[in-house]
């Protein structure tokens, strides 16, 4: 090492540095709210683990919930170090949102107030819109510009409206809200039905809100078998079975494993945010999936909502999936999921101005 005086010092080897190999990436920082809460505790260890932003990509994780709930936050930070998991960089927990938004590039927004006994849903959607009036103003504030914000905490599609209107300076495609678990819920009906492995169905579509108005499609869906495609209606060879039992089974899924659980979905929701966020970060290749998103219009829903669509993605961006035929069954229900998320829209826009 050279001095002032211009002759060299050995080097000491005791205080030379090993840096990762090269071929591992810079850490990128990632947010979870509500992260005291259940669905977190399952998602937590997904996104630590690699399998979300991929085997070779470093994260550290900003935990938010509210100042009550640290404590608890405080025991899955131990948690998250004695599992010892290699791409796991560094955690910050807090009860500040600008604090939890600096800098991220993925959000998962999780935390949302439950739906309570006796509540009504416009009762909820006053109070997640006030949070999400307040989580979109932080992010508009400190977070990177390009990051990917996926809303899982309800009522998703609205909140997800509302977080990107107060975050005017991030592009509204980078919003979007969770429908992947209702994905999930369909296709995992339909390979029960035929009676193949869950991943040889693919391109079951989720229409509109995530809420019971949702129409889980299967029209243009695909089953392997025997190692051939073949359309899932053909395979199936019961229209009626697919217009209401597969449609009702999926669009009350949530309210059965309450009942049964009595508590909400929460690995499930975790593996379905996980799901959403890889595809996103790391692409579809040919499977379409399902993300709530701005629509532009796309196959006649109200413009500037949130629907859930079939897209593919490449490059981080999402595109629709463009051309399908919509039969009078479909149209019935995508007007009718469309009707309901405009009403929402109007009821979050009129929360905001009190």
């Known amino acids: 090492m ?24 810079a850490p990128i920082k990632v ?24 085997p070779e990509q470093p994260v550290y994780l900003h935990l938010l919930d509210i100042a009550p709930m640290m404590g608890v936050l405080e025991g899955v930070v131990m948690e ?15 009860a500040n949102p600008e604090e939890a938004f600096k800098d991220v590039a993925a959000a ?23 949070i999400f009036k307040e989580q979109g103003q932080a992010l508009d504030k400190v977070a990177r510009k390009d990051v990917k914000v996926l809303v899982v905490g309800n009522p998703a599609n609205t909140n997800a409206l509302i977080c990107s209107k107060y975050a005017p300076s991030i592009p509204k495609e980078n919003f979007t809200a969770m429908t992947r678990l209702d994905q999930n819920r369909a296709q995992s009906q339909l390979a029960a039905k035929i ?30 078998i025997n190692g051939a495609e073949k359309p899932v ?22 309210a059965a494993v309450i009942a049964a659980r009595k508590m909400s979905s929460a690995l499930s929701a975790a593996k379905a945010a ?3 966020m890889r595809d996103w970060f790391l692409g579809t290749g040919d499977r379409w999936v399902s993300m709530g998103v701005v629509s ?59």
């Open 80 to 94: 998250l170090a004695d599992c010892a998991l290699p791409l796991l960089t560094g955690v910050l927990p807090t």
């Open 233 to 254: 209606p053909a395979a199936i060879n019961d229209d009626e079975y697919l217009k209401t039992t597969f449609v009702s089974t999926v669009q009350k899924r949530g």
């Open 274 to 276: 996980s799901d959403h």
């Open 296 to 354: 532009d219009g796309s196959y006649g829903t109200p413009r500037d909502i949130v629907f859930s669509f079939p897209v593919t993605v490449s490059n981080g961006k999402w595109k629709i999936v463009e051309g399908l035929t919509i039969s009078d069954f479909a149209r019935q229900m995508l007007d009718n999921t469309g009707k309901e998320l405009a009403e929402e829209k109007q009821d979050a826009l009129d929360v905001c101005k009190d």
């Open 108 to 130: 998962f927004l999780v935390g949302a107030m439950p739906r309570r006994e006796g509540m009504e849903r416009k009762d909820l959607l006053s109070a997640n819109v006030r």
């Open 2 to 25: 050279a001095c002032c005086c211009g002759y060299s010092e050995p080097v000491d080897t005791e205080r030379v540095v090993v840096v990762a190999p090269l071929t591992m990436a």
């Open 195 to 224: 009676g193949v492995p869950v991943q040889d169905v693919k391109n079951v579509i989720i229409w509109g809100n995530h809420s019971s108005t949702q129409f889980p499609d299967a029209s243009n869906a695909l089953v392997k």
């Open 31 to 54: 947010v979870v709210t509500g992260a005291a809460g259940q669905i977190a505790y399952s998602l937590l260890y997904q996104i630590a683990s690699g399998a979300v932003f991929g």
